[in-house]
């Protein structure tokens, strides 16, 4: 019998054999190829590179093809990736504002300079399942597409709201590099830019849920979608031995600007203040639920009374990232004889302690219900 | 010790060097102040937080080509967490592995201390889940640094006097809390309190990794370590009415197994190392011989 708990070696070995065989399925079926993923999956691959941390599509999509579709094992491998990856430095802030477009809008005005352009959006399309896509047929083509406003025409709502001091403006940058969650231990509080960071590496579902607790009622920030931006922007490096920025190469971002209320304080007067969510990729939700909960954790800062779960930054920060939640929780299914073996112990000493106490006059009561 | 090792494309044992000398830097402070939590920028590990990332990152750190390494969870080198452990270093280290607990110069666990004495020049690695003794009275870590700069264990003491006063006895039978060197409340890891003695002027070196929560903590060879107890309530570790089925061993530690669903059941070593070891010097359990042809 106890040749039962033995033999974890030839048992992993085999499980891991058994584990390639069942993500490549019926063998009878095509397999997938990374490409088909990248381009055919887009929106899993931007969400695998955001909660990733690190933009490389086609690594993510061969991510996504090991880990059998399972977001968080793809998100999980990304990680583990990315940390062995040297570190040349630090690039040059990304200019949003100079972002080429694919997908421009804000609920806050009805039209404004660049217009709203909708973009490859699952907005307002009725929710029918399209079973002609089962069958394979042509590929489909857009309609003619109107030019694009340029990055000139088309300036940040919340530049626009600036312009007119209705909206607080961005805290200056200082020179201080931003700390970096992924080298250094989180400390509280974490100052913004280290919230922020946190968010976007957040899983998408917590940070989402978060962002709706707020909506009703759990530290209300009465937020308006000032716009959400969703292009590609150029990254640049300023090598050390050069002295000047060279430009990397470019990434797609959506990047969304919330603008909340605020009733101003003695110092302040009333004006809008901002919540704001950046992530890889075309991903919507999360940049929306990001700056949600960003405001929310502002809400210090700002004066605001403290005590829903949103506004806590303990809670959220300690909490949002998929995979210490996913390590954690899957972890009880290591063994835990050891302890379990403990517990089992006090509570059998507890129970014949209890049962010596109560053994006559619990008998005596049995016989007087009866 | 910077050149890639050629059969995994990664540096010696997995992290690059910066990143040791960064986790060495927190094991040098921790050694400083034993019992204190110092925070370190753990790293993502190829394993899953809660899996022993800590420990990993203390290993790989401290680890070098001539050390000796075994790993065990439960007490066991051939639990499969352990072996998943034990091959990861094998692999990007290329280390010698062993089982024998005087043989091994770094030993990484989770859950127990062995039963041998560990002796000068040891490592002792323990992996942590919660590495605050004082997380589950007070969940906020702003709170729990300030109660232990200030020395503030009122919490604790409280919290073990109701157990008392409720079950009639403190109901914390693993994770159980020590004070280090007369200063610090620590949690040694979720080993059962039947270790806890053997942490008490321990010859080795212990190191405590906490990656989720990043955090690296440590007791120096030689330190005392007190669990904590009352005067009328002291201290007790768990005893077992048998000796192991197989080896016959008294006075360690105890996994039961059970053999049928009709309630028949051994008790054995947890410490499998220990078990073998005895049963090569002739030692029979009551139990032994019969189970272990099966």
Known sequence: MYVAVKGGEAA?????????????????????????????????????????????????ALALKQARGDLIEAVF?????????????ASEPVETGAMTLRRRISATYKDLPGGQ??????????????????????????????????????????????????????????????ADLTREPLDFPADRALRLQALARGDEGFVLALGYSTQRGYGRTHPFVGEIRVGTVAVEFVPEELGFAVPLGEIDLTECQMVNQFHGSAEVPPQFTRGYGLAFGQSERKAMAMALVDRALRAEELGEPIGAPAQDQEFVLAHCDALQATGFVEHLKLPHYVDFQAELELVLRLRAEHAARHATPQTEMKEAAE | MSAATPETGYNFAYLDEGTKRMIRRAILKAIAIPGYQVPFASREMPMPYGWGTGGVQVTAAILGKRDVL??????????????????????????????????????????????????????LV?????????????????????????AEYGLMHVKLYEDIARHGHIATTYAYPVEVAGRYVMDPSPTPKFDNPKMDDCPALQLFGAGREKRIYAVPPHTRVRSLDFEDHPFRVQSFDTPCALCG??????????LDDAGKRMFVCSDTDHCEERRADGHVGTGGMETAHV
């Open chain 1, 12 to 60: 992993i070995a085999n499980a891991h054999r058994l584990l390639a065989e069942t993500r490549r399925g019926d063998t009878a079926v095509p397999e997938l190829s990374v490409a088909q993923i990248r381009e055919q999956m887009a929106l899993l691959v931007d969400r695998v590179m955001t909660e990733g941390s690190l933009h490389d599509p086609d690594l993510a």
């Open chain 1, 77 to 89: 491998l990304v990680r583990a990736y990315r940390t062995t990856l040297p570190r040349f430095g």
């Open chain 1, 117 to 178: 352009v909708l973009g490859p959006t699952f907005d307002y399309t009725h929710r029918l399942v399209d079973f002609a896509l089962a069958a394979e047929g042509e590929a489909p083509v857009a309609a003619e597409a109107e030019p694009l406003p340029d990055a000139a025409h088309a300036p940040r709502v919340t530049d626009l709201l600036g312009n007119a001091g209705l909206i607080e403006p961005s805290a200056p940058d200082d020179g201080t590099p931003p």
């Open chain 2, 70 to 123: 075994k790993v065990i969870d439960q007490g066991s080198d051939d639990t499969t967490n352990a072996v998943s452990i034990r091959a990861f270093f094998a692999r990007t280290a290329d280390v010698a592995v062993t089982t024998r607990t005087r043989d091994a110069t770094v030993i990484q666990t989770r859950h127990r201390i062995p039963e041998a004495p560990l002796h000068e020049g040891q490592v």
């Open chain 2, 126 to 150: 323990y992996q942590v889940p919660i590495p605050e003794p004082l997380r589950f009275l007070e969940p906020r870590e702003t709170e729990t640094r300030q109660l232990h700069a200030l």
């Open chain 2, 249 to 258: 061993a008294e006075g360690v530690y105890l996994d039961e197994v059970l």
